[in-house]
């Protein structure tokens, strides 16, 4: 498992960055141009970078007047047919959930950064935490459906902001990149690839006559064609629930169609969005579950644990939402145990035990802003190992 | 001079037939508004495709679904913020937002603000019906102190927004105010606001005769737009009157035209030098942010 440091030989310098750099530099490679921010910590590097950057490939940078007008700004500069980022923390994710739903209700695609902080309100701006994998996914009000991405790494920063928008433009989703603290502001060593000339994903634009244009058709693969301001569509976008035509509608049978397509959407294309990596899955007994800087801890504890002859996996879901379900039933099918360490008061272990239904799941949960340390891991698997086999 | 292009003005062509009828009350002064604006986009020859119009919630919220352009309909008070993204990545078309009392001075005020202050090119019409009609009658930062409304059943004790005076104090390069009753005057005031190289603030002073009119006896609609003309209603913009329509001095027009910078065009300006100087930099780490 390579979540730090590139496995290949270098073929570029390697650069010293921090994760909220990284993050910038992935959105300006995937193409984004435009950014609608407000300064928080610790998000607000990503901002203060792409406001040097974004001037430099034609694209805009504004930093709004506080994060709703931030989340709005991104989703009309995605109207216009551009690809937007904002980032923020707690708090402002809390402050932009209902124009989440709007992006999500609408089928607008744009990309949202929450690095996480302590919590709950203000909480600890400076400290890690894991406290919104269950907000990331179920914020806004009403049903929608919703892309979550979990880096755990500098690296894996900027490359899954990269896959944000290689997943939001030809899915028409809002996609949320969430990652702590730890590794929002700790530096380390990556080789980035040029992305020039890289082909990125790109939105399904509408094609043929505008008077057969209906703006959220069903087709064939649930995604209906977005059409650009200035093509000749004329449409009309609304958050109100609505029919194919994307006028408001209160048929019941239209709306169940349409919302029905919505919530079901992402379905067929699975082996597009879902992503995880497995370590020692095989003959695990006891499988480790955990995200970001857990995740971290989780790598070292797997080594402390191999050293002692235990024998411990670990599944890390880097696409969190929608959670990679049968991978994690897959690399459970040996565990007799499982422990989900968490930056947080039990979110993630409730979605494993919920998939796991009847193995023991068991957490660690932390919520005063100190890491949960590779010994902490290990000491809970060794426990669990040595009551499992009693 | 006002120009009377009204016989061959068909505001049909502006309007998606399919979704007639509309769905505003009898006597509500909205629709005068939103054929001001069309008026006005008709003579001003605006590409249709270029045109895009961003609304809020609320009555005034609904117009846009009505306007055959590209329309975008979000969320409550918004607009302004949605606008401005829109209109920063693509300037190449104009935006319109049209939004209500309390969408735009309540729930949207900071967004009004920091628009005025900004300047980017936008015109935004905020129809003043004094009231949040949608919601059932509710009392607004506009409506008048003493007004009956359903959450202010003793009258209103608040004073209400001068909408202009916050705009222009704002700092908004154009603000101007009409009435629903003088239809050409409030076109030439859009098509005006609508010419004017930034940030376009217009309050349209409509009426909502079916539940603000009806609680506050003030009879048909006709006779609330005939106040409107006779003694430009809102006399309780600045002091507490027992009769919200006696005569005021309520001006109305433009109000405030001033040039400056336009934010997009600035924007843009800057970051075509900073290019240009990296360009000429014999830098190695030139642009490597």
């Known amino acids: 498992m390579n979540v730090g440091q590139p496995a290949s030989a270098p073929k570029l310098p390697w650069r010293l960055i921090s994760g ?87 089928e607008i695609p744009c990309v949202i950064v929450n690095v996480m902080r302590g919590g709950p309100s203000t909480g600890m701006p400076t400290r890690p935490a894991q406290g919104e994998i269950m907000q990331s996914r179920w914020g806004s009000h009403g049903d929608y459906p919703i892309i979550v ?43 980035l690839g040029d992305a020039n000339g890289v082909a990125r994903a790109q939105r399904k634009w509408a094609s043929g006559p505008p008077a057969a244009y209906q703006p959220y058709a069903t087709g064939e693969d649930g995604i209906p064609a977005m059409s650009r301001p200035g093509a000749g569509y004329r449409v009309h976008t609304t958050g109100l629930n609505h029919a194919e035509n994307g006028f408001p509608t209160q048929s019941p049978q239209a709306v169940e169609r349409n919302l029905g397509r919505l919530l079901t959407k992402f379905e067929r294309h699975r082996d597009l969005i879902d992503s995880w990596q497995t370590l020692g899955c095989d003959d695990a007994e006891v ?104 | 001079m006002i120009v009377d ?55 005034a919220g609904r117009l846009s679904a009505y306007i055959d352009a590209n329309t975008f309909h979000v969320t409550h008070g918004r607009p302004l913020a949605y606008a401005t993204g829109l209109a ?29 202050r ?39 004790s608040e004073p209400n927004f001068d909408a202009c005076t916050l705009a222009a104090a704002a700092g908004a390069s154009f603000v101007g105010r009409e009435v629903t009753h003088h239809v050409p005057k409030l076109k030439q005031l859009i098509r005006a606001g609508l010419e004017h ?6 309050e349209v002073l409509s009426d909502c005769t079916e539940i603000f009119g009806r609680k506050n006896e003030l009879g048909s609609s006709a006779e609330m737009v005939l106040r409107q003309k006779s003694e430009l209603r809102p006399s309780a913009y600045r002091d507490t009157v027992d009769s919200p329509f006696r005569s005021s001095d309520l001006p109305t027009g433009i109000l405030t035209k001033t040039e400056r910078p336009e934010y997009g065009a600035a924007y843009r300006t800057a970051a075509a030098a900073q290019r240009a100087r990296l360009a000429a930099s014999t830098d190695q780490n030139k642009g490597r942010t």
């Open chain 1, 287 to 390: 499988l480790i579950v955990a995200i970001g800087i857990s995740a971290r801890a989780a790598l070292r504890a797997l080594e402390i644990c191999r050293a002692r002859s235990l024998r411990a996996g670990l599944f890390r879901p880097i696409t969190l939402w929608p959670f990679p379900e049968n991978a994690l039933r897959e690399a459970a099918s040996q565990a007799n145990a499982v422990l989900v360490p968490e930056m947080n008061a039990g979110q993630l272990s409730l979605e494993v035990g919920r998939i796991l239904g009847g193995k023991r799941v068991e957490a660690i949960h932390r919520f005063n802003g100190e890491p949960i340390t590779p010994a902490e891991i290990a000491q809970r698997v060794e426990t669990l190992a040595r009551e499992m086999n009693q």
């Open chain 2, 88 to 116: 920063l990545a693509r300037p190449d078309l104009h935006v319109v937002v049209i939004t209500g009392d309390g969408d735009c001075l309540a729930i949207g005020g900071n967004h009004l603000i920091h628009a005025c």
């Open chain 1, 20 to 106: 909220n750099h990284a993050c910038a530099l992935g959105a300006v490679a995937a193409g984004c141009r435009f950014f609608a921010g407000y300064p928080i910590t610790p998000s607000s590097e990503i901002a203060e970078r792409l406001s040097r950057l974004l001037p430099l490939v034609d694209g805009v940078f504004v930093q709004m007047e506080d994060e709703i007008a931030s989340i709005a700004a991104v989703i009309g500069a995605s109207m216009g047919g551009v690809k937007a980022l904002t980032a923020t923390s707690g708090p402002g994710f809390s402050l932009k959930q209902e124009n989440i739903g709007y992006a999500a209700g609408a």
């Open chain 2, 197 to 202: 190289p930034g940030f376009a603030f217009i």
């Open chain 2, 5 to 59: 292009s009204a016989s061959a003005f068909d505001v049909r062509t502006y309007l998606r037939q399919e979704m007639m009828p509309h769905f505003l009350c009898p006597g509500c002064g909205h629709g005068i508004a939103l054929r001001a604006l069309l008026w006005a986009v008709y003579e001003l020859g605006l590409d249709k495709d270029k045109l895009a119009v961003v609304s809020g919630i609320g009555c």
């Open chain 1, 149 to 191: 991405l979990a880096p755990a790494s500098v690296r894996e920063i900027h490359d899954e902001n990269m896959r944000a928008f290689d997943l939001a433009e030809p899915l028409r989703t809002p996609v949320v990149i969430l990652y702590d603290q730890d590794i929002a502001q700790r530096t380390e060593t990556v080789e």
């Open chain 2, 118 to 156: 900004r300047n980017l090119k936008l015109t935004c019409l905020m129809l003043n019906n004094e009231v949040y009609g949608m919601t059932g009658g509710q009392v607004s930062p506009t409506t008048s102190e003493t007004r009956l409304t359903t959450t202010t059943p003793l009258g209103n």
